[in-house]
């Protein structure tokens, strides 16, 4: 299973509103695809401003890039996130408990 962690920062002064269209993302991927168990989590440290979302990625990177609500959040979230700091990073489990 390989799960991908998303990272982008959040405008200043907009903290709020980005988290709240993150929220909406993870939860329109999460009812249309329930496998994908999209997760929002913000740092505790490091950067304050950098949320992410957190999905089995082999359930979700298919699942909303045609998607018209997918579009139209991308849409709500303009100008609360600094697009050129996206980070996409993939990750393998390689044991569960």
Not at 2 to 15: E, R
Not at 38 to 44: G, K, M, P
Not at 45 to 65: F, L, M, P, S, Y
Request: proline share 3%; glycine share 6%.
């Amino acid at each position: 299973m390989i799960h991908q962690v998303s990272s982008i920062n959040m405008m200043p002064g907009k903290d709020k509103e980005a988290e709240q269209v993150m929220v909406k993302i993870a939860a329109i991927v999460n009812q249309k695809y329930p496998a994908s168990n999209s997760h929002i989590v913000r740092n505790l440290d490091g950067k304050g401003n950098q949320i992410h979302i957190i999905d089995t990625w082999e359930v979700a990177r298919d699942a909303v890039e045609s998607d018209p609500t997918w579009q139209a959040l991308i849409q709500e979230g303009a100008g609360l996130f600094d697009e050129n700091s996206i980070e996409r990073h993939f990750y393998q489990i390689v044991s569960e408990s």
